[in-house]
Protein backbone atom coordinates (compact mmCIF):
# COMPACT_ATOMS: atom_id res chain seq x y z
CA UNK A 1 0.00 0.00 0.00
CA UNK A 2 1.37 3.27 -0.79
CA UNK A 3 -0.45 6.43 0.88
CA UNK A 4 1.46 9.51 -0.67
CA UNK A 5 1.09 13.58 -0.79
CA UNK A 6 0.05 15.17 -3.94
CA UNK A 7 0.49 18.92 -3.49
CA UNK A 8 2.35 22.62 -4.91
CA UNK A 9 3.36 24.62 -2.33
CA UNK A 10 5.24 28.45 -2.56
CA UNK A 11 8.53 28.44 -1.09
CA UNK A 12 7.11 29.35 2.45
CA UNK A 13 5.05 26.60 2.25
CA UNK A 14 1.81 27.94 1.46
CA UNK A 15 -0.77 25.58 -0.33
CA UNK A 16 -4.00 27.42 -0.77
CA UNK A 17 -6.17 30.57 -0.26
CA UNK A 18 -9.54 30.61 0.90
CA UNK A 19 -9.75 26.55 0.21
CA UNK A 20 -8.89 27.25 -3.26
CA UNK A 21 -5.56 26.07 -4.96
CA UNK A 22 -4.57 29.56 -6.36
CA UNK A 23 -2.49 27.81 -9.54
CA UNK A 24 -4.14 27.23 -12.35
CA UNK A 25 -1.75 25.17 -15.36
CA UNK A 26 -2.86 22.92 -17.99
CA UNK A 27 -0.16 20.76 -17.55
CA UNK A 28 -0.55 20.26 -13.54
CA UNK A 29 -3.75 19.43 -14.11
CA UNK A 30 -3.44 16.87 -16.68
CA UNK A 31 -0.97 15.74 -14.58
CA UNK A 32 -2.90 15.20 -11.11
CA UNK A 33 -5.75 13.58 -13.01
CA UNK A 34 -3.32 10.97 -14.78
CA UNK A 35 -1.73 10.38 -11.64
CA UNK A 36 -5.20 9.70 -9.33
CA UNK A 37 -7.57 8.57 -11.84
CA UNK A 38 -8.34 4.67 -10.64
CA UNK A 39 -6.69 5.63 -7.67
CA UNK A 40 -8.53 6.59 -4.11
CA UNK A 41 -7.68 10.28 -3.24
CA UNK A 42 -8.30 11.61 0.54
CA UNK A 43 -9.51 14.84 1.33
CA UNK A 44 -10.45 17.09 3.75
CA UNK A 45 -14.21 18.41 3.98
CA UNK A 46 -12.97 22.23 2.78
CA UNK A 47 -11.22 20.68 0.04
CA UNK A 48 -14.36 18.16 -0.82
CA UNK A 49 -16.49 21.63 -0.50
CA UNK A 50 -13.94 24.01 -2.63
CA UNK A 51 -14.14 21.28 -5.51
CA UNK A 52 -18.14 20.55 -5.15
CA UNK A 53 -18.59 17.14 -6.29
CA UNK A 54 -16.57 13.70 -6.02
CA UNK A 55 -13.74 13.83 -8.66
CA UNK A 56 -14.56 11.38 -11.23
CA UNK A 57 -13.18 7.64 -11.68
CA UNK A 58 -11.78 8.20 -8.68
CA UNK A 59 -12.43 6.33 -5.33
CA UNK A 60 -12.84 9.45 -2.87
CA UNK A 61 -12.77 10.12 0.58
CA UNK A 62 -13.30 12.78 3.23
CA UNK A 63 -11.78 13.17 6.30
CA UNK A 64 -14.18 14.96 8.47
CA UNK A 65 -14.36 15.25 12.44
CA UNK A 66 -18.21 16.40 11.93
CA UNK A 67 -20.05 13.23 12.19
CA UNK A 68 -23.00 14.66 10.80
CA UNK A 69 -21.20 15.15 6.93
CA UNK A 70 -21.93 13.01 4.55
CA UNK A 71 -22.03 13.15 0.27
CA UNK A 72 -23.45 10.98 -2.65
CA UNK A 73 -20.48 9.56 -4.13
CA UNK A 74 -17.96 9.78 -1.28
CA UNK A 75 -16.93 7.53 1.53
CA UNK A 76 -16.47 9.64 4.92
CA UNK A 77 -14.14 8.40 7.84
CA UNK A 78 -13.75 10.74 10.77
CA UNK A 79 -10.36 9.93 11.91
CA UNK A 80 -6.56 9.33 10.39
CA UNK A 81 -6.36 6.01 11.95
CA UNK A 82 -9.26 5.01 10.59
CA UNK A 83 -7.48 5.54 6.98
CA UNK A 84 -4.78 4.08 8.76
CA UNK A 85 -6.61 1.09 9.39
CA UNK A 86 -8.73 0.73 6.08
CA UNK A 87 -5.69 1.53 3.64
CA UNK A 88 -2.45 0.54 5.34
CA UNK A 89 -0.35 -2.24 5.16
CA UNK A 90 -2.56 -5.13 6.96
CA UNK A 91 -5.71 -3.10 5.83
CA UNK A 92 -8.42 -4.63 3.72
CA UNK A 93 -7.79 -2.01 1.17
CA UNK A 94 -3.99 -2.64 1.29
CA UNK A 95 -3.74 -3.15 -2.58
CA UNK A 96 -4.84 0.26 -2.78
CA UNK A 97 -2.90 3.71 -3.51
CA UNK A 98 -3.87 6.75 -2.04
CA UNK A 99 -3.22 10.28 -3.02
CA UNK A 100 -3.69 12.43 -0.02
CA UNK A 101 -4.72 15.58 -1.85
CA UNK A 102 -5.59 18.59 0.70
CA UNK A 103 -5.98 20.55 3.02
CA UNK A 104 -3.13 21.49 5.45
CA UNK A 105 -4.93 20.12 8.34
CA UNK A 106 -5.40 16.47 6.36
CA UNK A 107 -1.92 16.58 5.61
CA UNK A 108 -0.66 17.45 9.33
CA UNK A 109 -3.10 14.56 10.31
CA UNK A 110 -1.98 12.08 7.60
CA UNK A 111 1.90 12.67 7.86
CA UNK A 112 3.11 9.63 9.91
CA UNK A 113 1.67 6.95 7.85
CA UNK A 114 2.21 8.65 4.35
CA UNK A 115 4.99 7.46 2.34
CA UNK A 116 6.54 9.46 -0.97
CA UNK A 117 5.57 12.85 -1.63
CA UNK A 118 4.82 14.72 -5.04
CA UNK A 119 5.32 18.24 -4.88
CA UNK A 120 5.66 21.16 -6.82
CA UNK A 121 7.76 23.96 -4.27
CA UNK A 122 8.54 26.44 -6.90
CA UNK A 123 5.43 28.36 -7.29
CA UNK A 124 4.67 31.99 -6.34
CA UNK A 125 4.23 33.57 -3.12
CA UNK A 126 0.74 33.92 -1.66
CA UNK A 127 -0.38 36.10 0.80
CA UNK A 128 -3.01 34.88 3.89
CA UNK A 129 -2.06 31.41 2.50
CA UNK A 130 -2.82 27.69 4.40
CA UNK A 131 0.47 26.48 5.15
CA UNK A 132 1.81 22.80 4.81
CA UNK A 133 3.29 21.44 7.88
CA UNK A 134 7.27 21.29 8.12
CA UNK A 135 7.09 17.71 9.53
CA UNK A 136 8.14 14.80 7.53
CA UNK A 137 8.22 17.05 4.17
CA UNK A 138 12.03 15.71 3.16
CA UNK A 139 10.71 12.65 1.57
CA UNK A 140 9.46 14.80 -1.76
CA UNK A 141 10.20 12.43 -4.39
CA UNK A 142 8.23 14.23 -7.13
CA UNK A 143 7.36 17.11 -8.95
CA UNK A 144 4.88 18.61 -11.10
CA UNK A 145 5.00 19.42 -14.98
CA UNK A 146 5.41 23.33 -14.54
CA UNK A 147 8.06 23.02 -11.92
CA UNK A 148 11.00 25.16 -12.20
CA UNK A 149 9.15 27.85 -14.62
Known sequence: MTISFLFAMDEARGIGINNRSPWRSPADLAFFRKTTTGHTVLMGRKTYDSIGKP???????????????????????????????????????????LFVIGGAEVFRRTAAFCGPHVCDGDRPPLRGRHVLPGDGLERVDGRFPSAGR
Open 55 to 97: LPKRHNIVLTRDTGFSAEGVEVIHSPEEVAKQYGWTGPRQDEE
